[in-house]
């Protein structure tokens, strides 16, 4: 938890404003919710303010932008779901398991959680409309996640569970395209059982 003082200085002879103190993950976190649920072009500053609580003075000066406050909020998003989805592949013995998990783990349905879909993807949906400098953030993020599927599939080439010819390369984009569309497909109101064949044809395509 990390706490945030900001202090403004006005013309001399002005009275000091009074600091202004705030837990700057628990500002991202409801940040997080609202580019989440609307998307970053749909997101007002207003918005913002309203959801985090602070006034647009400290917003601006703690994060710059709508698009500062937009990047720190995608990266705490991506690196918790990074870390999630490591220890649920790590955690199991078989990598394919672990990567079968990561799915079955995803949510499905009606509920709120399925219908926002994950934040990563819903960026690239809204790629066109954003700049590049947040084209460039979520692209790498993708990458980061990439990289953790490329790494599970090389250990489960080298333990023999990997059908003979698959390039854990290429076997990652294809599981990335999975991953994609299960949560596209999550928020629809698809079944878990819709969902859980998906899973059965991905996997069952690269286990030996």
Partial sequence: MQAILLVWWRL???MMARPVSFDREQV????TAVFWERGFCETSMS???DATRLQPGSLYAAFRSKEGLFLEALDHYAERSREQMRASIEAAEDPLQGIRDVFTGLPV?????ARRGCLL???VL?????NPAVQARVKSHLAKVEAIFRNA????????????GKSPAKAAKFLMTTLWGLRVLGGTGASRQSARDVIDEALGALRC
């Fill in 153 to 164: 599939l090389e250990r489960a080439q080298a333990n023999g569970a990997l059908a003979p």
């Fill in 109 to 113: 349905g009606s509920g709120m959680e």
């Fill in 12 to 14: 001399p002879g002005a």
């Fill in 126 to 130: 809204e790629a066109g409309r954003l």
């Fill in 121 to 123: 993807v819903n960026s």
């Fill in 28 to 31: 991202l976190e409801r940040a």
């Fill in 47 to 49: 918005q913002l303010v």
